[in-house]
């Protein structure tokens, strides 16, 4: 299931297999394991982005309330990352 909100950049996924929650930027390398089994929220910000600086505070924050969850993960993804964590 996959839904996005392109006023912010955010997307819900639920994937399938699981792994623990850190670390909480995703990358190519561990999207997979970190992902499987679980739904996720994941936040696409740039690190320059007023509204994305903005929130990183409240979004730290959601990520510590769900980390280690079973079912749930929140996490960030670069978009200024053109290698994808490579």
């Known amino acids: 299931v996959l ?11 639920t994937p ?3 792994e623990e929650t850190e670390p ?3 990358t190519w390398d561990n999207y997979d394991n970190m992902t499987s ?5 994941i ?7 007023t509204h994305c600086k903005r929130m990183a505070n409240d979004w730290e ?3 510590e309330e769900w980390k ?4 749930g993960l929140v996490a960030s993804v670069d978009c200024t990352d053109h290698n994808g964590g490579k």
């Open 24 to 26: 909480m930027f995703l």
């Open 61 to 63: 924050q959601l990520e």
């Open 16 to 18: 399938t297999a699981a």
């Open 68 to 71: 280690g969850d079973d079912v």
């Open 3 to 13: 839904f996005v909100c392109p006023l912010f950049g955010v997307v819900l996924v």
């Open 43 to 49: 936040k696409f910000f740039a690190p320059w982005c």
């Open 37 to 41: 089994t679980k739904t996720v929220f």
